[in-house]
């Protein structure tokens, strides 16, 4: 006997899943139903089967090719256009020469088809329908019949008042070749609808067979929400569903489970999944394969489907979710949420009930969706932000990802440009830059490969050595699951943005550059990286002094490439050091604030103990750095940033320093005492940077760590800041706690108010409006001179925040007025 399974539907009422993919290819929970159908075909000892097609017929060929998967011999039967269910298998009459199996390769079910195929014989019956009791059968076909299963009528999707019987019409169907003799071919015809009625009214013999236990019609989004999770709570007699891990949770194949995740049955999880330290997934919820739950992620009532992404703290509340779909961290979905495949759902962002969410959309961080997303830009029209090129790895940012990213960069440079290639010790990094190495040659762009050196090295170098730009790419020092790539212009600085928006309209247009075999790029490493920056360093600082103080330093360089740099440097300048992690080590180039807090007070111990002159600690990147005194006080940031802008124009009389907008005006006063002069730039380090070399600064600092002196390179630099403080100390002839004995007070108070996107511009300029008067110039946002005291309204640049902060005369009143203004940029928003 042989089986016609009907696979050629649309699926319009799944949309957005079925946006790329045929409906029977839509998995219940292990595999497509599909899949299923054909198990249970088998499973009643069917072995040959003819499918046929219509929609995506490509895909399902792919899917199942010749069925030795399956165990069965497999053939098809092509529909040109649509013919309907009762066409569609008369377009395979040539394939089927004795009684035959109708079933519809979209509906879940566990049917005894073998007693099915029983009672029709026993009838002699030219078509026996399979039937099924329903609670609703408004949806369905009504059919009636006699005691003896004989068929009386028809009720195609009856209203309330013909109901007169629930069962209904399922699509499996057992018929005898002379069953198809009254239809035409190529015409369109429906079994239920057309031909079922028509042999009715000839006096055919037509069986119904009620069917005991369990169909679905995977009709709609929630027809296919409740069959998964039947089959999840065993409702569907179907082969195992996985290996029990437990009791009431399976999986496909090896998984990793923290041990702090909470687990409510019932689950399953695809092979490769991973749950996360304190997620928790409450039942039923389907996980795909390769797809991770971050820590603190919630699911319930959820199914995800393969190689996707739930960050940390998202939540899913009676959700689906497609494949590679990757949700932010707090990111929410509610009740009927659908996610369509590719999708990018923006930290922070709230999608509400019955919201859809078409295939390749970007929601941006933070955003509030209340209604579906179908049309408008499909997938990410921005790749750059405030660290470069920044994404999950493997998620957002993949080998093929970075290999067009490369292309992308080497299309908007001359043919035959160099780009220089640096990366930090982790291997996310690493195989990210090899795949962009790839990219660059394919468009006639040279690669000179530094290996992993620290960020201003790599800097310097790309601007020494004439290269047409450079890349960086590291582990986020914020998150390890993140890399971000840094892009070099000519100089070694971030590159402009409209460099960032030409790269941007190359990748996403896909104009890449190929060019003939002698212009293909060459791939090589640099040579004496760190010779070269180590003689341009030692040019620049007054190395004959620091060597007649003969320092005592203790200097952390973090487990990272500073230690490959600075330790030549510093027995150069004839520094007596204490080296605490100078061993690179690949996992320690993302550490949670506590960690890096635990790391400064270790120095700041050790620095008491040995009784140096001060300890530094360098970022990974090496662009950053954090200062302990010679009394072993940590310096907070903004103190570092004051001493060293004492020291820089007590060294260089009447001298520029560049600082952002945010600052205290204690720098204004140091600068007042010592003849020298203030430029304040937007808080964006690329602003910072632009207007030191416009100004021709001495020193240009963010008051975070990074230091940037532009007689050397106007990049940030931790090692030339170090370099430069122990200079001006022994010219100076001062401790470091003498300097910050003697530096100004000044009380600083910050909040960051949450702000979607979309309101960022009318709370601005209703700001603007409402305080032009009081208004001064600022690089960012709106600046509000109050006598001596001052408020700063900046927006967040990545994330739907507003940033407010005020300076007063004492700390209580900056509180003050920062919870003040606060409050306002709260109540504009309304």
């Known amino acids: 006997m042989k089986a016609v399974v009907m696979a050629g ?26 899949s299923h159908i054909l198990g249970l075909v088998k499973r009643h000892g069917i072995t040959e089967v003819v499918i046929t097609l219509q929609h995506m017929a490509a895909a399902l060929q792919e899917y199942v090719g010749d069925g030795e998967e399956f165990g069965l011999h497999i053939n098809y039967s092509l529909e040109q256009t649509p013919l309907g269910t ?30 099915i195929i029983e009672f029709h014989r026993q009838k002699h019956a030219l078509a026996t329908i399979t039937l099924y009791r329903v609670s609703n059968p408004l949806d369905y076909g009504a059919v009636i019949i006699d005691p003896q299963g004989r068929i009386q009528k028809f009720l195609e999707k009856p209203s309330w008042g013909e ?95 923290a041990p702090d995740a909470q687990l409510t049955p019932p689950l399953y999880l695809g092979g490769g999944a991973k749950v996360k330290g304190g997620a928790v997934l409450h039942g039923p919820v389907v996980v795909g394969e390769n797809t991770i739950i971050d820590a603190h992620a919630q699911v319930e009532r959820s199914i995800i489907w393969r190689d996707s992404y739930l960050g940390e703290g998202a939540e899913l509340h009676g959700a689906i979710v497609g494949s590679q779909v990757s949700m932010k961290r707090r990111a929410v979905a509610f009740e009927g949420v659908v996610i369509g495949d ?61 290999a067009r990213l490369g292309a992308a960069f080497g299309s908007t440079l001359q043919v035959g440009s160099t780009v220089t290639m640096n990366r930090d010790p982790h291997r996310s990094p690493r195989m990210i830059k090899r795949a962009m190495i790839s990219g660059l040659p394919s468009v006639g762009t040279h690669v000179s490969d530094l290996g992993n050196m620290p960020i201003p090295v790599a800097r310097y170098i790309t601007a020494q050595s004439g290269a047409g730009g450079g890349v960086h790419v590291r582990l986020s020092p914020f998150d390890q699951r993140v890399v971000d790539i840094k892009f070099f212009d000519e100089q070694g600085l971030n590159l402009s943005k409209a460099k960032e928006k030409e790269i941007e309209r190359v990748f996403f247009r896909e104009e890449f550059r190929r060019v003939y075999l002698e212009e293909v790029g060459t791939i090589a490493y640099a040579p004496q990286v760190v010779e070269r920056y180590t003689q341009g360093f030692l040019r620049v600082v007054d190395t004959p002094a620091i060597q007649r103080r003969g320092f005592r330093l203790v200097v952390d360089y973090a487990h990272a490439p500073t230690s490959l740099v600075l330790p030549i440097i510093l027995n150069h ?50 662009e950053k750095i954090f200062l302990v005194d010679d009394r072993g006080e940590i310096l907070p940031s903004l103190i570092a940033t004051l001493a060293l802008g004492l020291l820089s124009l007590r060294a260089h009389p009447g001298g520029t320093l560049v600082i952002p907008a945010h600052l205290p005006r204690a720098f204004e006063k140091l600068a007042k005492e010592n003849g020298g002069r203030i430029i304040r730039s937007g808080v964006d380090p690329q602003a910072i940077i632009a207007t ?72 601005l300029r209703r700001l603007h409006e409402e305080y032009r008067q009081q208004e001064v110039p600022a690089g960012d946002g709106v600046h509000i001179q109050l006598g001596e ?42």
């Open 163 to 257: 109901v007169i019987s629930d069962t209904v019409n399922t699509g499996i169907y057992i018929l005898e070749p002379e069953a198809l003799h009254e239809l035409e071919e190529g015409k369109a015809t429906d079994f239920s609808r057309d031909l079922f009625p028509l042999l009715l009214s000839k006096g055919a013999l037509l069986y119904g067979y009620v069917a005991n236990g369990y169909w679905r019609d995977i009709g709609n989004l929630e027809e296919y929400r409740q069959a998964c999770f039947d089959l999840l709570e065993g409702r569907v007699n179907l082969e195992e569903i996985g290996q029990p891990l437990r009791p009431g949770v399976w999986s496909g194949g090896e998984v990793e489970i």
């Open 342 to 402: 590719f999708s990018i759902v923006g930290e922070g962002a709230m999608l509400h009930s019955q919201v859809k969410i078409w295939p390749e959309k970007e929601i941006e961080s933070g955003a509030i969706v209340r209604q579906s997303i179908i049309w408008g830009s499909q997938g990410r029209r921005v790749l750059f932000g405030r660290f470069g090129v920044t994404g999950l790895v493997n998620v957002d940012l993949t080998p093929e990802f970075a």
């Open 573 to 622: 300048l004839n520094c007596s050091v204490v080296a605490i992690n100078a061993r690179l080590d690949e996992t320690k180039m993302s550490l949670l604030p506590e960690e890096f807090q635990e790391g400064i007070n270790q120095l700041a111990l050790i620095v008491s103990a040995v009784k140096s002159d001060l300890g530094a600690r360098l970022d990974v990147g090496g």
């Open 86 to 115: 009762a066409g569609s298998v008369f377009n395979a009459r040539e394939r089927l020469d004795g009684t035959f199996l109708v079933i519809s390769g979209d509906a879940l079910t566990d049917f005894d088809l073998t007693s």
């Open 692 to 763: 030191a070399r416009q100004e021709g600064a001495v020193l240009a600092a963010d008051g975070t760590g990074h230091f940037a002196f532009p007689t050397f390179h106007p990049g940030f630099d931790g090692m030339i800041a170090l370099a430069s403080l122990l200079e001006f100390l022994a010219t100076q002839g001062i401790k470091l706690s003498e300097v910050v004995a003697i530096l100004p007070a000044y009380h600083l108070a910050e909040r960051r108010v949450p702000c979607p996107w979309e309101f960022k511009g009318t709370v």
């Open 789 to 830: 005291d001052w408020v700063l309204v900046r927006p967040d640049p990545d994330e739907p925040i507003i940033h407010v902060h005020a300076e007063a005369g004492s700390e209580v009143g900056a509180q003050e007025l920062a919870q003040k203004y606060s409050g306002i940029v709260e109540a504009l928003q309304e």
């Open 9 to 34: 539907g649309q699926g319009t009422r799944l949309r957005p899943l079925t946006m790329g993919r045929p409906k029977p290819l839509v998995p219940i929970v292990n595999r497509p139903v599909l």
